[in-house]
């Protein structure tokens, strides 16, 4: 029987890449106005889940100048059971309607004001200019998304309130201030596919809504980020503050091989990094800081989704050495893979492919990756290494 010969190059090829997932919608400070929105309308009187919905809807329009503009259009959006009484709700408490919204012209904007967030004083929704935008950008791609899209409006409202209290890692607990309507419609929302889990109090978002959650914290996570924050070392000299002569200065103090590797990546014509760049990366490697819950926690989410990081990593590190002469930075490595994460959750992921052998580099030194021991053993490996390796 012929043998079946598989050549280097292809065993070494790099696997496809995965999509990337979309990125969130809002940051955690975002997220936190989020929950206050709807905190601030589950506080209100209104008995109907038609009513809180089209209170949401307004109160963002409303948060930074007391009036939201909302069209006959923007209600007829919303698909509420009764929208006369939705609107009829909000004027019993105190809302003011001037004119005719359900059966006026659609599209002409009424301006409702809110007296709570008129006032200047205890604001219950301080929101700056940008936060209250994306807030009421969420708020809409959310109640549209298209696992709830065609629900009632108690379970799109579930649907909001949920996305909400969801961390970065997808999990969450139904809030205590969840309107009685909602919570009846929680399941519904594990049934359309919003929620890939639901036991009890405790939800997972499903992958494909996951760009909708809050980014939600516990106070012992904020405190742990801050104690984080506090511990980090002393900001070091920004690119252009390092002076020629103190770049060439410390090259000439390294040995030849460090300055080969420096030289390869200062000089490098696809990449073309500014000389001030290069000089910042190499002087002042950036020390190791402990990562926090939260980290670990969207770790842990990211990691089940990418089963094939090991591999896909390692092969993407031997193309772009062969290419560029060095290594990938972590950066380069994340973004040439289509993995979106922020530096943080960048720099672990990077981390835990290295301690899992199918990665290494010759840490603090820059632009080193390299495939490691188990990428050899797999096949994937640059011509040096698979040398050292048979021998």
């Known amino acids: 029987m012929p043998k079946t010969v598989i050549s280097q190059e292809t065993a070494a090829s790099p696997p496809p890449v995965e999509p990337a997932p979309p990125p969130f919608l809002l940051t955690t400070r975002q997220g936190e106005g989020a929950r206050a929105l709807l905190s601030y309308v589950a506080g209100l009187p209104l008995a109907s889940a038609d009513a809180q919905l089209l209170a949401v809807v307004v109160a963002i329009r409303a948060a930074r100048g007391g009036v939201g503009n909302v069209t006959g259009t923007d209600v007829r959006s919303l698909k509420l059971e009764d929208p006369s009484r939705?609107?009829?709700?909000l004027e019993a408490v105190g809302w003011q309607v001037p004119g005719p919204l359900v059966d006026g012209d659609q599209d002409v904007p009424v301006g409702i004001r809110v007296p709570d967030l008129s006032r200047e004083a205890d604001h219950p929704l301080p929101l700056g200019k940008g936060t209250r935008s994306r807030v009421s950008g969420w708020v809409m791609r959310a109640r549209i998304a298209k696992p709830v899209r065609k629900t009632p409006p108690a379970t799109r409202l579930a649907a909001l309130f949920l996305a909400a209290h969801s961390t970065s890692g997808l999990d969450g607990r139904i809030p205590g201030e969840l309107p009685e309507a909602c919570r009846a419609a929680v399941p519904e929302l594990a049934v359309k596919g919003f929620l890939a889990d639901l036991s009890g109090d405790a939800y997972r978002l499903a992958p494909?809504?996951?760009?909708?959650?809050?980014?939600?914290?516990?106070?012992?996570?904020?405190?742990?980020?801050?104690?984080?924050?506090?511990?980090?070392?002393?900001?070091?000299?920004?690119?252009?503050?390092?002076?020629?002569?103190?770049?060439?200065?410390?090259?000439s103090g390294t040995t030849p091989a460090l300055r080969r590797h420096v030289e390869a990546v200062e000089h490098c014509p696809l990449c073309r990094f500014s000389t001030g760049r290069v000089a910042k990366a190499f002087m002042y490697p950036p020390a190791d800081i402990p990562a926090p819950r939260s980290v670990l926690t969207a770790y842990d989410a990211w990691e089940d989704g990418h089963p094939d990081r090991g591999p896909q990593a390692a092969g993407f590190a031997a193309a772009f050495r062969a290419e560029h002469g060095h290594g990938p930075s972590y950066g380069q490595l994340c973004k040439g893979l289509g993995w979106k994460l922020s530096r943080s959750l960048r720099g672990f992921v990077v981390h835990r492919i290295v301690a899992e052998d199918?990665?290494?580099?010759?840490?603090?030194?820059?632009?080193?990756?390299r495939p490691g021991r188990v990428a050899q053993a797999n096949g994937i490996a640059l011509p040096g290494q698979a040398a050292r390796s048979t021998r």
């Open 86 to 89: 939705a609107v009829a709700d």
């Open 358 to 369: 199918w990665l290494t580099d010759t840490s603090p030194v820059p632009w080193t990756l």
């Open 208 to 251: 494909v809504v996951r760009h909708l959650a809050g980014r939600f914290r516990t106070p012992e996570e904020i405190a742990e980020e801050a104690r984080a924050e506090a511990n980090r070392p002393p900001a070091v000299p920004e690119p252009e503050q390092i002076t020629p002569a103190a770049w060439d200065a410390w090259k």
